[in-house]
C-alpha cells in the first residue's frame, strides 16, 4: 500500500513469506501493519519463529488485532481479508494451486480478485511447496 509516496507492507507476519515480506518493507525505509488474527496467533506459530515474530511486531506502526481467541483457519483468512481491506495491492508467493485447508493463499488470492485488488504473483522457476 501506497500513501503519499510511502511505502507502506500489510502482514500477518507468518513464517516464512509474510514476514520476509514485512522484513524487505522495513529494509526499504517503509512502515509495516500488522494484522494479528487471534489473541492465541503468536503461540500457534513455530517456536523458532517467535522471536521473529515478536521483532517485526515491535517495529510495526501499527497493529490491527482481531476479536479472535482460536488462531484456526476462520481466525487467518478473517486476518487476510482483514489485510486486504488495507490493501492496494496483494503480493503472493504462491504456486497457483488450491489451498491445503482454508485461509491458505489460493484463498485471499480469490478474495482481492473479487474486490478487484491487483494480484502479483510471485513464484520463482524451480520452486516446490513444502
Do not use: N
Amino acid at each position: 500500500m501506497r500513501a503519499d509516496s510511502e511505502l507502506i507492507g500489510i502482514s500477518c507476519l507468518a513464517d516464512g513469506a509474510d514476514s520476509l515480506f514485512a522484513r524487505a518493507v522495513l529494509d526499504l525505509g517503509g512502515g509495516l501493519i500488522v494484522i494479528v488474527p487471534a489473541r492465541e496467533y503468536r503461540d500457534s506459530l513455530p517456536a523458532e519463529h517467535h522471536p521473529v515474530y515478536d521483532e517485526l511486531r515491535s517495529a510495526a506502526t501499527e497493529v490491527i488485532e482481531l476479536d479472535r481467541e482460536e488462531s484456526d483457519s476462520e481466525a487467518h483468512q478473517a486476518g487476510s481479508v482483514r489485510m486486504l481491506d488495507q490493501a492496494d495491492e496483494l503480493i503472493a508467493v504462491w504456486d497457483g494451486k488450491p489451498a491445503r485447508g482454508y485461509g491458505g493463499t489460493a484463498d485471499v488470492v480469490a478474495v482481492a480478485r473479487e474486490r478487484g485488488i491487483p494480484v502479483t504473483i510471485v513464484w520463482p522457476d524451480g520452486a516446490e511447496r513444502d
